[in-house]
């Protein structure tokens, strides 16, 4: 069979789109991400993101059919992410205790990132309000940070595993909050400050 110059080319061509059409959806994502973490779900707009992402505000609904669409991709991308933070956490740090101690610097990188806050600790803010699809993955994220701490507290014998599931809940409440202070003030130091009293205080050492 004999293949023409066009047929050569058509793949090539699709192949490029699907690119272009891909980095559109991931710059969309990361404005997204952005505008929650510094407005919270409310921050969300199609219009700034498109004048962020430099396409046009219709453009978005190609790749997110509504907001609520957009704001669970945002939610879903960032628990996803955070999980894969917290396994890489464990891995670099084998003993529990000092993997415990480590765990507020994933809250610490996002006050150092332009004084951002967690994505969820602004959308459990804003729970009433929120789409169902999004509800869903704020109580995911809160979930898997309770459970790898819980099985963390576990590994390092530091009681029963309905103990280290209390104590998990306070850790990630705790740190959280410390974050939440620290964001008002734009004090990075109050959040260090307090991850120290809470590590004296015994939360986050044997």
């Known amino acids: 069979m004999r ?22 959806r991931e710059a969309i994502l990361e404005a997204a991400k952005w505008a929650a973490q510094t407005h919270g779900y409310s921050g ?3 219009r700034s993101i498109a004048d962020a992402v430099g396409i046009k505000n219709a ?31 464990r891995g670099e740090n084998p003993d529990p205790i000092r993997c415990l ?12 990132n332009g004084n951002r806050l967690c994505l969820f600790s ?5 729970y009433q309000d929120l789409p169902e699809e999004v509800k869903s993955e704020v109580l995911a994220f ?13 590994d390092g014998g530091l009681g029963s595993i309905e103990v280290c599931e209390r104590r998990a809940r306070a850790i ?21 400050e307090l991850v120290q009293s809470y590590q004296e205080a015994g939360l986050l050492s044997t």
Do not use: C
């Open 59 to 89: 453009s978005i609904y190609y790749h997110f059919s509504s907001k609520a669409d957009l704001g669970a991709a945002v939610a879903r991308r960032y628990r996803e992410d955070t999980v894969s933070v917290l396994e890489a956490l």
């Open 142 to 154: 809160a979930d898997i940070n309770v459970a790898w701490l819980t099985k963390l507290l576990s």
């Open 172 to 192: 990630y409440t705790a740190v959280a909050g410390a974050q939440m202070i620290a964001r008002t003030r734009f004090d990075i130091g109050l959040f260090d």
């Open 122 to 126: 602004f959308m459990a803010a804003e």
């Open 3 to 24: 293949v023409t110059s066009r047929q050569m080319t058509t793949p090539i061509k699709n192949s490029r789109n699907e690119n272009v059409s891909e980095n559109a």
């Open 101 to 112: 101690q480590a765990y507020p610097s994933i809250f610490r990188t996002s006050l150092e």
């Open 44 to 46: 969300i707009n199609f």
